[in-house]
């Protein structure tokens, strides 16, 4: 696709719900973000999809949250149990894998409000 | 583990005049590092990026950054500020092994006319 879609743009949950956020990155991009960006702070690493190589999880906050990307393509967040301290905006971003084209393309984000 | 700090919460400037927001980096090895911008209720723009070559790189909007591999600076500067850049800016890195992109916590800047 022409940028880094995200859906939804707007989730809102019951706490202890489960919910999945959904990446689908620039196409041939094999470099896959999430970050979390609560009100007013900075942006928070959560977890890095590189090719095939094993994903970087060291940014997940807690063993509720987990992410899969399928076919090297989408990738999906999942936060189980949601608690209110996950409401933020949740952003993917992807990026190429050529030293002179390796700057992160960000979607609009899932603003997630748990209530 | 790479880390960046942006020392300032805010920058406030006057329009027409230069500003400057600050970044420090820490990484393994050589960096590459970007700057992004992020205007209200919009998502996040990329404005430059230092990858190799010279220390002065310039980017969008008339905004350019210099490396400085001794102070493991990457500076953001504007000759002379608008109103429109009021915006919150981040600086970010990662190591040339291919590790994570990590971002500072933003700074805000506000230009007033």
């Known amino acids: 696709g022409a940028g880094v879609s995200q859906s939804p743009s707007n989730k809102v949950t019951e706490k202890g719900k489960d919910v999945e956020l959904r990446c689908d990155p620039i196409s041939g991009h094999t470099a896959l973000y999430w970050y979390r960006q609560s009100l007013g702070q900075g942006l928070e690493f959560l977890i890095y999809?590189?090719?095939?190589?094993?994903?970087?999880k060291s940014g997940l906050p807690s063993d509720r949250f987990s992410a899969e990307r399928t076919g090297g393509s989408v990738s999906t967040l999942t936060i189980q149990r949601t608690q209110q301290e996950d409401s933020a905006v949740y952003l993917c971003?992807?990026?190429?894998?050529?030293?002179?084209?390796?700057?992160?393309?960000f979607g609009q984000g899932t603003r997630l409000t748990v209530v | 583990a790479q880390s960046v700090a942006q020392p300032e919460d805010q920058v406030n400037v006057a329009e027409g005049n230069p500003l400057t927001v600050k970044c420090t980096y820490s990484v393994s090895g050589n960096p590459y590092l970007f700057w992004y911008v992020q205007y209200p209720n919009r998502g996040l723009q990329f404005l430059l990026k230092?990858?190799?070559?010279?220390?002065l790189v310039k980017g969008s909007y008339g905004f350019e950054a210099e490396f400085n591999k001794s102070q493991t600076s990457f500076h953001l500067k504007k000759p002379s500020a608008l109103v429109s850049d009021s915006a919150l800016y981040f600086c970010a890195v990662r190591d040339q092994a291919g590790t994570a992109l990590i971002f500072g916590k933003g700074t805000t800047l506000s230009v007033s006319s």
């Open positions: 999809f590189q090719g095939n190589s094993a994903p970087d």
């Open positions: 971003a992807s990026s190429s894998v050529g030293v002179m084209n390796t700057e992160a393309f």
């Open positions: 230092y990858i190799t070559g010279d220390n």
